[in-house]
C-alpha cells in the first residue's frame, strides 16, 4: 500500500491500497492440505487491511521438529498423570463390614451413631450391609459395644456365605462355613423360644461316605441361656433336640445333648432311661398320684373339713409297651373242613396184540359182522380187547384260623397304696358336758376316745370307690384317724 503526501496549494493526492492477493505457492499450499481463513491486518500507516491466513492440517503440525521434540515429553505427562490417577483410587481406604447379621433397626440406630462420631460410615448398595473403614473396625465395634448396640442377635447366618465367597476357596473350607451358618442360623431360631435369652449350637458332621453301611451319624450339642427367672421346660428341651436333628441331615434325635449356662444336662441319656423313667414317665405318674389325691380330699372334705383331712398316695405304674400276634386254629374243636375237591375218572377200551406174529394174524376177518353202532363184532382172526379205568381226586382241608395283633399302650397302673389320715374329733360323738362346767386348759389336745369303727370302714370304702381300688390287684387302702395337734395345723 503507498499513500501520496499532500503539498500545500495543491489537491489532495488520491490513496490507493493494493489488496494482498495470495500468492500462486500459497494457493497450491492450500489445495494441498491447508485451509485459507480471512484475517484482519494493518499497513505501514496504521491503516486496516484484510487477507488469507493459513491453517496447518495436523500432520504437518507434528511433522515439525519443534512439536517432535515436545511429544515424548507431552506423552510422560500423560503417563504420570494416569499413574497418580491409579494410585490414589488404589489408596481409598478399604471398608469391611460391621455385624453382617444385624437386623434393620439395629442397622439405622447404628448408622446414625456412627455418622454423628464421625467414622465414615455407608451402606454398601449391593448387599445393604453396614461398613466402616477397615482401619477403624475395631474401633466403630468398641463404640458401638458403648452405645448397647445392636440390640438383637447380629452373628452372620447364611447372608455371611456371600460375603465371604472366592473363587480361590477350597472345598472343606466351604463345607466348614457351611456348617458355621448352620449353627447360627439354628441358634437365632432357638434363641426365638421365650423363656431362652442366648442359644449357642455346635455341629459335629463327619465326612460321609457313599457307601450307606459306613456312614457316621453327625451329632449335635446346644447350650442354651435362659432369661433371669426363667427355666427351660422339658418339653421345650425335646422341641429343641428335634428342631436340630431335623435341620441336620441324618442326625437322629438321640446324638442331640442340650446343655444349660450352669452345666446340668437338660436331656437324658441311654444310661438315666435304663436305669428308670425318664422325666415325661416321672411327670404323667406325679399327675396321677395328684389326680387321685384331690379325689380323697374333695370327698372327705364336706365329711371332716378340707383342715381336717391329711393323704398320700402312691402309684406303681407299667410303662412297658407291648405288642403281640396271635394266630389261633380250630377254636371250636370241629377239626379240618374241606375248602376245595377235584374229582376226574378216564375210561377207554385198546386192542391188544394177539395172535402170532405175521401177516396171517394181521388179516381181516372173512366174514365181519357189523351192529347198528358201527362197531365190528367178534369174529374170527380178530384180535381181543382190554378196557382200561382210572380215577383221580383232589380234596384241600383247611383249618379255621384267626390272628389277632395287639398293642398295648403303656401307663398302666400295676398297684396303688393310698394312705389318709383324718383328725378324730369330727368324727367322735358330743362329749357330755363337765359338772363343774369348766373347760381344760387353753391350747391343750381334747380327749379322744376310740372313734366309730363301723364310721371308719365308710370312710374307707369311700376312699377306695374315690380312687378305684381294686382288691385282685393287690391295692392297698388305709384310713386312720388321729387327734391333730392345733399348734401345727
Known amino acids: 500500500m503507498s499513500t501520496a503526501a499532500a503539498t500545500p496549494g495543491t489537491l489532495p493526492a488520491v490513496q490507493s491500497t493494493e489488496a494482498q492477493l495470495p500468492t500462486p505457492a500459497t494457493v497450491g499450499e492450500a489445495a494441498s492440505g491447508g485451509a485459507l481463513v480471512p484475517a484482519a491486518g494493518g499497513g505501514d500507516g496504521g491503516g486496516t487491511g484484510t487477507g488469507l491466513v493459513q491453517v496447518l492440517p495436523l500432520q504437518q503440525i507434528f511433522a515439525q521438529p519443534a512439536v517432535r521434540r515436545a511429544v515424548p515429553a507431552i506423552g510422560a505427562v500423560f503417563v504420570v498423570l494416569a499413574f497418580a ?18 437386623a434393620e433397626g439395629d442397622r439405622q440406630g447404628a448408622y446414625e451413631a456412627l455418622m454423628g462420631a464421625g467414622y465414615e460410615a455407608r451402606i454398601d448398595g449391593s448387599t445393604g450391609q453396614l461398613q466402616v473403614p477397615e482401619g477403624r473396625y475395631h474401633e466403630a465395634r468398641l463404640f458401638l459395644a458403648g452405645q448397647g448396640l445392636p440390640l438383637g442377635s447380629v452373628e452372620g447366618g447364611f447372608d455371611a456365605l456371600a460375603e465371604q465367597s472366592s473363587m480361590t476357596q477350597s472345598q472343606f473350607m466351604e463345607q466348614v462355613r457351611y456348617n458355621a451358618a448352620i449353627e447360627r442360623e439354628l441358634g437365632r431360631t432357638i434363641a426365638e423360644i421365650s423363656s431362652i435369652a442366648n442359644a449357642r449350637v455346635h455341629i459335629a458332621m463327619a465326612k460321609q461316605s457313599p457307601f450307606v453301611r459306613e456312614r457316621t451319624p453327625p451329632k449335635a450339642s ?13 418339653r421345650q ?20 445333648a442340650v446343655v444349660d449356662h450352669l452345666g446340668t444336662l437338660l436331656t437324658g441319656t441311654a444310661d438315666s432311661a435304663a436305669m428308670g423313667m425318664n ?3 416321672l411327670d404323667f405318674k406325679r399327675s396321677v398320684e395328684d389326680e387321685l389325691r384331690g379325689r380323697v380330699l374333695k370327698i372327705l372334705a364336706p365329711i371332716v373339713g378340707a383342715a381336717n383331712v391329711r393323704a398320700e398316695i402312691d402309684v406303681a405304674m407299667d410303662f412297658t409297651q407291648t405288642e403281640s400276634t396271635i394266630e389261633r386254629y380250630d377254636e371250636a374243636g370241629q377239626g379240618p373242613k374241606t375248602r376245595s375237591e377235584t374229582l376226574s375218572s378216564e375210561r377207554g377200551t385198546e386192542l391188544s396184540a394177539m395172535g402170532v ?22 369174529g374170527e382172526g380178530q384180535a381181543g380187547g382190554a378196557g382200561t379205568f382210572s380215577s383221580r381226586s383232589t380234596r384241600n382241608y383247611e383249618l379255621d384260623r384267626r390272628v389277632e395283633h395287639t398293642k398295648r399302650a403303656s401307663g398302666t397302673i400295676e398297684r396303688l397304696s393310698v394312705a389318709v389320715v383324718v383328725n378324730a374329733v369330727p368324727l367322735l360323738p358330743p362329749a357330755p358336758a363337765s359338772e363343774e362346767g369348766e373347760e381344760g386348759a387353753e391350747g391343750a389336745p381334747p380327749v379322744i376316745t376310740e ?5 371308719l370302714e365308710r370312710l374307707t370304702n369311700l376312699v377306695r370307690g374315690a380312687v378305684g381300688a381294686v382288691t385282685e390287684r393287690g391295692d392297698l387302702v388305709t384310713l386312720e384317724a388321729a387327734g391333730f395337734d392345733s399348734k401345727i395345723w
Open 85 to 102: 490417577i491409579i494410585y490414589f483410587w488404589m489408596e481409598e481406604p478399604a471398608y469391611r463390614a460391621l455385624y453382617p447379621g444385624m
Open 222 to 234: 446346644v447350650t442354651v441361656t435362659p432369661y433371669g427367672g426363667r427355666v427351660v421346660t422339658e
Open 279 to 281: 422325666g415325661t414317665q
Open 237 to 256: 428341651v425335646e422341641a429343641i433336640v428335634h428342631l436340630v436333628s431335623a435341620s441336620v441331615p441324618y442326625l437322629p434325635a438321640e446324638n442331640v
Open 451 to 455: 372313734v366309730d369303727p363301723a364310721r
Open 357 to 378: 406174529p405175521g401177516a396171517v394174524s394181521n388179516q381181516p376177518p372173512e366174514d365181519p359182522a357189523f351192529t347198528d353202532d358201527g362197531a365190528a363184532t367178534e
